[in-house]
């Protein structure tokens, strides 16, 4: 399958001339295979202030939990909500949007 484009962003801060921090983002492009939001998932999630939107499955070896906190899907920016490693080959992210109030 693998059919959908994923890219992954990592966050790249750098300062200006006034020493002014200034934050941009790195894609990483990746195949992924999407996949629906469980219904247990979701509930927690939601009681917990956040809404999990979209999951996909990518590959592990293409995946740093601590470098990408950040994915895009069809032009919109989501943040990763949780990882979770389904094997030693592929990896579950659920992504969620910036409307969540912890994301203020």
């Not at 059919?3 to 750098?14: A, F, G, P, R, V």
């Not at 200034?22 to 809404?51: D, L, M, P, T």
Request: glycine share 2%.
């Amino acid at each position: 399958m693998w059919d959908k484009i994923l890219y992954l962003m990592e966050k790249i801060e750098t300062f200006d001339k006034l020493n002014r921090p200034h934050s941009s983002y790195k894609e990483h492009k990746v195949y992924a295979n999407k996949k629906s939001i469980k219904r247990s998932e979701f509930y927690q999630a939601y009681a917990a202030g956040y809404k999990p939107e979209k999951c996909f499955e990518v590959k592990t070896v293409e995946f740093d939990e601590d470098k990408y906190t950040r994915a895009k899907y069809e032009g919109t920016m989501y943040r990763i909500l949780r990882s979770y490693e389904i094997d030693s080959e592929n990896t579950e992210i659920v992504l969620t949007g910036f409307a969540n109030k912890h994301d203020k």
